[in-house]
C-alpha cells in the first residue's frame, strides 16, 4: 500500500503537548480545508455499528466505511477508511509520537490504495500537496505550544454576512442590559466572527473562561446572557452513557425526553440532569452561519475519556504498550455488550478480552503493557477509558442551580407530569427568627423594607456562591447548589451578612446534600423528596444565628476542611418524617449579641 511520512524533531515539545495538537482531528482536519462531512451510523444484526460516510473533496463525491480510528494516549493514531465512491480504496492518516529526551519525535504519514486511474495518477502527488500543508499547520501548532501565538491556527474565518456587524452592535447592548453581562459580551462578539467552526459548534462556557482569562460563573452567565441577547443559541445535549456523545440534542428544556438512542453505540440509555445532560451553545444564524456535519466524528479528540482504542480482527491478540497512572477504568468494546471496571492501583495493568459473553479483564502480564484480545467471530474495537466525565461540561444540574439561570429563564421548566432525577443536590433553607414580633415592634412598613433588604442580601451571597435561590416561602427561602461546598460557604456568609446587615435579624439556617427530583411547580423549576424534606427539619432546629447541617453533609470530604476551625456541636434528634434519630451538626452563633440563642 503506497504512503508517504513526514518526520520533525522538537526539543522542547513533549509528546503530550504535541498530542494536543494532532490528536484533535476535528480541528486540524477543519485548518487543513478539508469539507465537514455526515455519517451514517447502521445498527447491524450482531450488534455492531457500520458507519457510512458521505462527502465531497474537490468536485468528486466520496462514500466510504469508516472504521473505527486507533490509538494511544501521546504515542500514536492511525485511522482507516474504506471507500465505495472516489478515487482510492483506502485511504487514512498515520501518527507516531516517540520521546527524545525532553522532546518529541513526531511521524505524521497518509497511506492509500488507487481505487481507478485517477487514484493512481494522483495519490502520491496529493499526498505530497497535503504534506506541505501539513508541515505549515505543525509548524504554526508548535509555534502556539511554545507560546510565540496567540492561537493554534493561523486561521481566517470567512467574512461575516451584510449587517451582522451591525446587528451585533445591538446583541452586545442587549446581552449587557442583562446585568450578566460582565462587560464581556463585545469580547465574545469577536469570538464568533473569528473562531473556527469545531469551537463553535458546541460552546462551552467553562472553556471559554479559560480562553478569556475570566471566572467559569462569569462565562456561564456572559453566554446565559448571550442567549437573551439573541447572540447565542442554547443547546441541550443528552450525552451516551458510553461514547459520551451528544446523540440527540433539543433547544430548551421541555423538549428534552427521558432518554435516547445512541445510533454509535447502539443502546438505549436515560437522562441524569448531573451527569448526562449537558448545556452547550452556539451562534445564532443571525451572526454566523456553520457547515452541516463535522470533519472529524470519531478521532481521539471528540472521545478524550478513551485512553486507547485498538481495532481488532476475530481472534487476533495484540500487546500494547502504555502504562496508565493509578485511577478507575473501565473495559469494553465499541458494540453493545459486558464491561468490565478496573480500580488501577498502579504497575502493570489487566488486559482486556472479548468473548461472545462480554468483556472481562485478564491478568496482568508485564508493566508497561496491555494485552487485547478478540474472542470473538467479529472485528471489533476494544478500548479502556476513564470513569471521569468531561470537566469542561456545564451540566443541566450544574446550570439550574445558578442565580443567573433563574433569573434570566424562570420559564425554562420541564415538560407538564414530566420529572428529572439529579444524583446530588445541596439544599439550604433561611427563615428568620422572630419576624412576627418585629413587625410588632417597628411597624409594618419598617419591617417590611427590612425583610425585602434581608432577601436582597441572601440573593447576594447566593449567587456569589453559586447557588440559585429557588423560591421564597414567606420570610424563608429555599436555595440549591450543585456543590455542597458553595453551600456551606453561602450559609456562613449569610449568617455574617445578616449579622452586619441589621442587628434586628436573626436568621436560622439548614442544610443537608442528597438525592432529588427537579419538577415543575407554579410555573418553576422545583426540587422534592427527601434531601429537601430534610434540609427544611434542619432549617426548623436552628435557634437562629447558628447553622444546622446534616452529618452526611459535614462529613463530606471537601466540606470537613469548612468545619475544622469552627464551634461544632454533634447532635441527633427524631425529625418529623424520618423514622429513626437524624444526626446532625450545629456550627455556634458569632460572638455578636445579637445573634445569641433566644
Not at 455526515?38 to 468528486?60: H, Y
Amino acid at each position: 500500500m503506497p504512503k508517504v511520512e513526514w518526520t520533525w524533531h522538537f526539543e522542547d515539545l513533549a509528546p503530550a503537548q504535541v498530542w494536543s495538537m494532532l490528536a484533535d482531528t476535528d480541528r486540524f482536519n477543519e485548518i487543513l480545508g478539508l469539507p465537514a462531512y455526515r455519517l451514517e451510523e447502521i445498527a447491524q444484526p450482531n450488534g455492531t455499528v457500520l458507519r457510512r460516510g458521505t462527502g465531497k473533496v474537490a468536485g468528486v463525491e466520496l462514500a466510504w466505511e469508516e472504521k473505527p480510528y486507533e490509538w494511544v494516549l501521546h504515542r500514536a493514531f492511525r485511522q482507516i477508511r474504506v471507500f465505495s465512491r472516489g478515487p482510492f480504496r483506502v485511504f487514512g492518516p498515520v501518527l507516531d509520537i516517540t520521546s527524545e529526551g525532553a522532546g518529541s519525535r513526531v511521524v505524521y504519514g497518509l497511506h492509500w490504495e488507487p481505487m481507478n486511474w485517477l487514484g493512481r495518477l494522483s495519490g502520491l502527488r496529493l499526498a505530497r500537496n497535503a504534506g506541505r500543508l501539513i508541515g505549515a499547520r505543525v509548524t504554526e501548532g508548535a509555534a502556539f505550544l511554545r507560546g510565540e501565538q496567540p492561537q493554534m491556527y493561523a486561521y481566517r474565518a470567512p467574512p461575516p454576512a451584510a449587517g451582522v456587524r451591525e446587528r451585533l452592535e445591538t446583541m452586545v447592548r442587549e446581552t449587557e442590559a442583562t446585568g450578566y453581562g460582565h462587560g464581556l459580551a463585545r469580547a465574545l462578539a469577536d469570538l464568533l466572527l473569528s473562531s473556527m467552526e469545531v469551537d463553535l459548534q458546541r460552546l462551552r462556557p467553562k472553556a471559554l473562561a479559560k480562553q478569556l482569562g475570566i471566572a467559569p460563573r462569569d462565562a456561564v452567565e456572559l453566554c446565559l446572557a448571550a442567549v437573551k441577547g439573541r447572540m447565542l443559541d442554547m443547546k441541550w445535549d443528552l450525552l451516551c452513557v458510553n461514547c459520551r456523545g451528544a446523540k440527540l440534542t433539543v433547544p430548551s428544556l421541555d423538549l428534552l425526553p427521558r432518554g435516547a438512542h445512541c445510533p454509535s453505540c447502539n443502546i438505549d440509555y436515560t437522562r441524569d440532569f448531573a451527569r448526562n445532560v449537558e448545556l452547550t451553545f452556539a451562534p445564532s444564524p443571525l451572526v454566523r452561519s456553520l457547515g452541516i456535519g463535522s470533519y472529524c466524528l470519531s478521532g481521539p479528540g471528540v472521545t478524550p475519556h478513551v485512553l486507547v482504542q485498538q481495532l481488532m480482527a476475530p481472534g487476533e491478540r495484540r500487546v500494547v504498550a502504555v502504562e496508565l497512572p493509578p485511577g478507575v477504568y473501565r473495559l469494553r468494546t465499541l458494540h453493545p455488550g459486558g464491561m468490565a471496571d478496573v480500580d488501577h492501583a498502579g504497575g502493570a495493568f489487566p488486559g482486556l478480552r472479548a468473548t461472545a459473553a462480554g468483556v472481562e479483564a485478564l491478568p496482568p502480564e508485564r508493566a508497561g503493557e496491555i494485552v487485547f484480545a478478540n474472542d470473538t467471530e467479529l472485528e471489533l474495537a476494544l478500548l479502556v477509558e476513564t470513569r471521569e466525565w468531561v470537566r469542561e461540561a456545564l451540566t443541566a444540574h450544574d446550570v439550574t442551580t445558578l442565580q443567573a439561570f433563574r433569573d434570566l429563564f424562570a420559564d425554562a421548566v420541564l415538560r407538564p407530569g414530566d420529572e428529572a432525577g439529579v444524583g446530588q443536590i445541596t439544599i439550604l433553607f433561611t427563615d428568620l427568627r422572630g419576624s412576627t414580633a418585629l413587625y410588632e415592634q417597628i411597624g409594618d412598613a419598617p419591617a417590611f423594607n427590612l425583610v425585602r433588604e434581608h432577601f436582597a442580601v441572601l440573593a447576594r451571597e447566593v449567587r456569589q456562591c453559586d447557588g440559585a435561590i429557588v423560591k421564597t416561602i414567606g420570610d424563608a427561602v429555599m436555595a440549591a447548589f450543585a456543590d455542597p461546598v458553595d453551600a456551606v460557604r453561602a450559609a456562613l456568609a449569610i449568617r455574617d451578612s445578616i449579622a452586619a446587615f441589621d442587628g434586628r435579624l436573626v436568621v436560622k439556617l439548614g442544610l443537608h446534600t442528597g438525592p432529588s427530583i427537579a419538577v415543575n411547580l407554579n410555573d418553576r423549576l422545583d426540587y422534592f423528596g427527601t434531601t429537601v424534606n430534610m434540609a427544611a427539619r434542619l432549617q426548623a432546629q436552628s435557634r437562629g444565628g447558628d447553622i444546622v447541617l446534616s452529618r452526611r453533609l459535614a462529613n463530606d470530604p471537601a466540606v470537613r476542611p469548612l468545619l475544622a476551625l469552627l464551634p461544632l456541636g454533634e447532635e441527633s434528634l427524631a425529625l418529623k418524617g424520618f423514622d429513626t434519630p437524624v444526626p446532625f451538626v450545629r456550627i455556634a452563633p458569632t460572638a455578636s449579641p445579637s445573634l445569641s440563642p433566644a
